[in-house]
């Protein structure tokens, strides 16, 4: 394990406004281990999940991930990006699949390793469960959820750990790309990918998120 962690958290949700780069800058200069941000939010509401679009505009997204990428190669450190699109549905993940490449290509950058992974639940999955005698739960008195419900919904994401972002860094990834997550996953993976014990990796994961 190393003796101390460094963890650059450029913006509260990525895309949402976009982040102030000479602030960043600075923050990069004085070095780091890993560049990471959440692009998600339920704030938003659910129209952008159900729609399967972004709240943030496209412009404002390319602009962090632009500065965030650039900065990671140069420094030669991961960069972790979760919740990608503010809600982190496979279409919004492959969106910064696609502008991560674009970028690439436009700067010219070396080659690095690109991972991904996504996080929508197939609707069937869910009624087969239901069906199979595993009911998902209602929260705080909520009624189970029944197959009249299920069939009214447009789209199931479920929020990811920090076990796929391990695994992907395990795996040597550069640049990692995250369905819906939880937020302090993100930062959470990369202190538990270090080595550091359980405890101390979630609570930086809550005090960066």
Known sequence: MTKSLKVICPNGHLGFA??????????????TDYIAADSGSDDIGPVPLGSDTCASPRA?????????????????KPMIIGS???TGTNSRVDMYVEIIRDLARKHDLAP????????EVDKEAVRASI????????LDGRPDLDEAELDATDRIVAMAGVHPFRALLEEGCD?????????????????LHEGFPDAQAYYLGKVLE
């Open 112 to 119: 690095f390793r690109l991972g991904w992974f996504y996080s």
């Open 175 to 191: 640049v990692i790309i995250g369905g819906r997550s939880s937020d302090s996953a993100i930062f959470a993976a990369a202190a």
């Open 18 to 31: 976009p982040l102030k780069t000479e602030s960043f800058r600075i923050a990069v200069e004085a070095g």
């Open 131 to 138: 069906r199979g005698g595993s009911p998902v739960r209602g």
């Open 60 to 76: 404002w997204q390319e602009h962090d991930l632009e500065v965030m990428l650039l900065a990671a190669r140069k420094t030669g």
């Open 84 to 86: 990608a699109g503010d």
